[in-house]
């Protein structure tokens, strides 16, 4: 298997085996984006962070993208990390198809790129409203309505520099609580089902996410200890995205924390990689991946060492654009390789363009403006 991360030149997917089952067509193990078009009955997951709350230039924090083929080709994207949206836009994914997003609670390695999605994006084009699904909460104040309005007021002044410039019909974000404390069917639209089920992360609030499209399913746990509701939620899926951390031990050193802290972090709150092993044996998927952990060279062949010794079914450890190809033949694992220059790629809106009346500009401005143009050579 290859054991080369992409950030030391690796192309392929990190892979015990790549393809489960008979691929129907045959992919190169590399994805160049814009070069394949999903076929009907497919969903195709690629990560946008895979990485920890300290983001680094290799792992952007945590977010994953789905497409399903539907004729809609529908998008969503479930949690949305600092530094996921770079990788979004090296996709070549349209920035106007990506107006429903899930997130799997609120801690801010999951949310950060929030702002740039509802602040940037509207900029470059998206004239159409975002939904956004999160857990409610046990305390209202932490449940997704509340962040959703609070990010809302806090954009005040982003929001009032589109007045006159750019339509804000793009700005707004309509949000829909899930239950914190059952699994429920949360979105039914076009052939896609999306459940929602709760999970087990330091405080209530926080869920995972299950998608079945035209008879594939993908499970996403978000950050969660190892849960029941989620083996029960994740029975006959084809491929699970578990959160993983490094042991207690590893990740003490990595982070220079002392064990204690380790221990609390990744046994209290996450899922070492033995304990990930279980939850995959328990749900047997066609393809287990693991998510949310450091992919650093010389860590990698440990971390499935460890995985193996719970679990020996087909397993990826995921990277920031790695790629999963779901179909009724076979789960592809694979790797994205995307241009470092590549800008947001627009696409179409349902609404108008309709712009609002601009604010009136401070007076002082006037007398201060540089009129730099009247200084121009020649
Ligand atoms: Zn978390
Ligand atoms: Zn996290």
Not at 52 to 63: E, H, I, N, R, Y
Request: hydrophobic share 45%; aromatic share 8%.
């Amino acid at each position: 298997m290859n054991m080369v991360p992409a950030y030391l030149g690796g192309t392929a997917a990190l892979a015990t085996e790549a393809t489960v089952g008979e691929a129907p067509v045959e992919r190169d193990p590399i994805l160049i984006p814009g070069d394949e078009t999903l076929a009907e009955g497919e969903i195709r997951v690629s990560i946008l962070g895979s990485g920890l709350p300290w983001v680094t230039k290799s792992q952007a924090a945590g977010s994953v993208l789905v497409e399903v083929g539907n004729p809609e080709r529908d998008v969503f994207v479930f949690d949305l990390g600092a530094g996921s949206l770079a990788n979004f836009s090296g996709l070549k994914v349209p920035v106007t198809s990506l107006t429903k997003v899930f997130f799997s609670h609120l801690h801010a390695d999951h949310i950060a790129d929030y702002l740039t999605l509802m602040g940037s994006y509207v900029k470059s084009g998206r004239l159409d409203p975002v939904e956004v699904w999160g857990g409610s909460s046990d305390d209202p104040a932490r449940g997704l309505t509340a962040f959703v309005e609070a990010i809302d007021r806090a954009m005040a002044w982003d929001f009032g520099t589109l007045l006159g410039y750019t339509p804000t019909s793009g700005a707004k974000a309509i949000p829909t609580e899930v239950p914190y404390d059952r699994a429920e069917v949360v979105y039914e639209r076009n052939g896609v089902t999306i459940t929602s089920f709760p999970v087990i992360h330091v405080l209530s609030g926080a869920v995972g996410y299950r998608i079945d499209y035209a008879g594939q399913s993908v499970v996403f746990s978000g950050d969660t200890m190892p849960a029941k509701t989620l083996i029960e939620a994740a029975q006959g899926c084809d491929l699970l995205i578990h959160e993983t951390f490094l042991p207690a031990e590893t990740f003490a050193e990595l982070m220079t924390f002392p064990i204690e802290k380790a221990r609390m972090v990744v046994n209290d709150a996450h899922t070492p990689p033995d304990a990930a092993g279980i939850v995959f044996s328990h749900v047997k998927p066609k393809m287990a991946a693991m998510w949310h952990t450091h992919v650093i060279d010389g860590y990698i062949e440990p971390v499935f060492d460890t995985l193996r010794t719970t679990y020996s079914g087909p397993a990826t450890l995921c990277q920031d654009l790695t790629v999963f190809n779901v179909t009724p033949q076979a789960v592809e694992a694979r790797q994205a390789t995307v241009s470092p220059v590549q800008q947001a790629v627009v696409g179409e809106s349902k609404n108008e363009f309709i712009l609002d009346d601009p604010l009136p500009p401070p007076a002082w401005w006037k007398e201060a403006q540089l009129d730099w143009q009247a200084e121009l050579p020649g």
